[in-house]
DNA sequence: ATCGAGCTGTTTTTT
DNA sequence: ACAGCTCGAT
């Protein structure tokens, strides 16, 4: 029998009724009314359209206190879901300051993810797994696929393990098992895909493990099947609350569905302008249809703006405005005019690196009027994280105190995951994957051949690897040099777990005993590349996070689900990162680079996904400009270095959509290379002849770039914003056309496909070559 | 078994 | 440009 009886065990913690009693309802003051209107309406379904800095985080708080304050419910029938475990925490503290003192957690604030395997664990037998299921990661799914496409006989070539991961995850997104994956979708893929689909959960089952898709997937199937269990939840949780709906997948979108289909209190925020991770399996949908999805839906929106000046939101209103099917939100603020959003142009990628760099260093003196600006208070934002190369190459030359936000998480990075992947061998000697992953490292001669064997030796008797390793030993299966690395290694891990299981020693210790034993410190003290200093350094760091955790179990249990990446602020720097990573956050100035077309809207978001991709691409423009609280710097070059090759691009059709009378169009300073710098947007689409022509689009640098759209047939924006793939460089050539590729030297264009072009080569023959590898052969780029 | 030269495919990222 | 990987040489 299950045990979900037992829902109340967690922190049911009755509010003190003096704490509230002492000051009406604190939490309501000064809220605006459309605040106040979301968080009084409690009952029935509730769309919160919270526009970007309308304070949603402060209405979605204090609606969880008026909640607990009214005793509609107790903190432990409140369902509050978040995508990071860093709007999660955040939520935590802002209702426990609200409250004072008092409150034990809500035990059901928290990701997706998180929740669902608190449930799957109390659940897990129902989808045939054992409770105590390892989570894996995407390294470990990305590998197992990996011995499942070379057990089937399919060319790794064609069918590369990613491609398939992210397939499944697609389907997982989509809530779908592998029986119920479209014919249409399975065919388009020979079946291949949905065979091996199959075939990775049923290994995953074997290994008692899930994925991430898991998670959310296995809670709807338990939930559709046994109608039970639902029940009990639908019952328990009678306040559910929704935070960036915009962002949900049909998974979550099923499962949110399922629950709230007792009490029907759901209230959901987001705003479906900023939903920007499609291309991860959010459906804008979910938000758009939420009216249909729960009648009698009240919809209340948050479009008083506390963040930003009248300008910056005019830009960015003017932007979106682009969208079609929108919900409709104008934002609005009482705050002053203030700057109008900036514009400039450069020649090219390195320039306006080095003209962002200087004007941070002037604004941080107060320049052009403005107030002084902290390092603090500034940041850049950009598209794609390779253009982050050229302000980290100019910053330190001109020693600019930076931060990049974002990038790869310390658990995922090599060497944490290999100690890991020790410790959960130690915690969970059938931990295959993780066996896997470090038999041979540090290396101990045991390659490929012995590997094999051990593989077949434990398959054979139905064991675990390192069982297998031991009957491989007994057997002599493995000799010789790899032969005692392996015995002193299962030896090793079975001493370590005889002292996992010793309480006098320290976990923290135990863990240091670990990687100095298997040699895996020593492994990088003995490496002398650059980097290694700072594996041994994170080392460190993972050892002294393990203080925070009673054992070693629960820190593997916790780090499964929490790939935060706190790094220790020191000192006033400037943020670097991606739009996607900046949603939530605001600075007083910010600094959006590469509005190129192409960069931005992206060429491949808008190849792969048509109209919708160029729709997302214009949300994260959105998402970019509303994070600015007073100064918003737009730039674009008329060149950029792109793949170790040059190309020129036109200014960002997002550009044009700036509406005029916010925007003010700067000269660079004359210092480098005259007018070069002052490319200016497109004269005849949204910036009038007037603004176009005070900063001198008749410089050469701007009518070179024209003349040479000119010469490719893109020159007319009036064209060009119409279509969605019109700047893919396939109308850029004709056949006949004489060409250069990098590799293949000169060539004659024989027939055009899509994106590809076949080309005669002077010296390399027919080849296939993608369009935007070559260049007309007397335009070579500048 | 392991090391280094050549090939490929290059957005965005959380859990 | 470059990282990550496969294949051939030690």
Redesign the pocket.
Known sequence: MSSYDDIDAFGAVPLSARAMAARPAPYLDGLNDAQRAAVEQLDGPVLMLAGAGTGKTRALTARIVHLLATGKARPNEILAV???????REMKNRVGSMLGEAVEGMPWLG????IC?KLLRRHAELVGLKSNFTIL??DDQ?RLL?QLVLANNID??RW?ARMIASLI?GWKNRALVPEKVPVADASAFNHRGTEIYAQYQARLKELNAT???D?LLHMVTIFQTHPDVLEQYQRWFRYILVDEYQDTNVAQYMWLRLLAGGHKNICCVGDDDQS?????GAEVGNILRFEKDFPGAHVVRLEQNYRSTPHILAAASGVIRGNQGRLGKELWTEAERGEKVRLIGHWDGEEEARWIGEEIESMQKGTRGMRPYGLDEMAIL????????AFEDRFLTIGLPYKVI??P?FY?R?EIRDAMAYFRLVVSPEDDLAFERIV?TP?????????QKLQVKARENGVSLVDGARLALQDGDVTG??GGELRFLVESLDRWGRMAGDKDIPHTELAEIILDESGYTAMWQNEKTPEAPGRLENLKELVKALENFDNLQGFLEHV??????DQAEDGAKVSI?????AKGLEFPAVFLPGWEDGLFP????M???GIK?LE??RR?AYVGITRAEEVCTISFAGNR?V???WQSALPSRFIDELPEEHVEVLTPPGLYGGGYGSAAPRPSAGMSERVAAADGYNSPGWKRLQSRAGQRGLSQPSESRNTVIDLDAVSAFTTGERVFHQ?FGYGEIIAIEGDKLEISFEKAGIKKV?AR?VTAADDIPF
């Open positions: 978040t995508f990071t475990n860093k709007a999660a990701t997706f993810h998180a395997v990661d995407t990305i990996k790794e070539k590369p995850d994925d991430f898709g998670l920007i991770y499609g291309w991860r950009v598209r794609a994280s390779h253009q982050m190369r974002g990038g998480r995922e090599l041979n290396k101990r001669g045991l390659g490929d051949k012995a590997q040099k790899g499964a689900l929490i790939m935060d990446n990162m991606t739009l996607h990573a992206s060429h491949r978001s190849d792969e996904s991709g997302e691409e994260l270095r793949f170790g090759q590799k993608v590898f």
